[in-house]
């Protein structure tokens, strides 16, 4: 198994910066990917950014150049700098990670980022 703790969700102002944090415990060795998904009220959970363990990135199409997706390996932690933050992306944050060895994502609980105009 896989544990998954974010931090660094809060309040900012539209406009400004927050960077979020995961780390993963237990079992790392089967993390592959990692990422960020999110889930606003009333919406379905849908893909922030995702990194390989290579290093390769995808974006999800809102937050294209505003948001980077970083990992540092030897820590088992991704990050998620995200930039020129606007209300739209005001949801709960989840962290992901992918098991190389099974068909299956392990989730975080998810941190709260509110934007207010």
């Known amino acids: 198994q896989v544990q998954l703790v974010e931090s660094g969700g809060g309040l900012v102002q539209a406009g400004g910066s927050l960077r979020l944090s995961c780390a993963a415990s237990?079992?790392?060795?089967?993390?592959?990917?990692m990422g960020w998904y999110r889930q606003a009220a009333g919406s379905q959970r849908g893909l922030v950014a995702v990194?390989?363990?290579?290093?390769?990135?995808n974006y999800g199409d809102p937050v294209k150049g505003r948001f980077t997706i970083s990992r540092d390996n030897a820590k088992n932690t991704v990050y998620l700098q995200m930039n020129s933050l606007n209300p739209e992306d005001t949801a709960v944050y989840y962290c992901a990670a992918d098991d190389r060895y099974h068909s299956r994502w392990y989730w975080g609980q998810g941190t709260q980022v509110t934007v207010s105009s």
């Open positions: 237990g079992s790392v060795f089967r993390v592959n990917a």
């Open positions: 990194i390989t363990s290579g290093g390769t990135t």
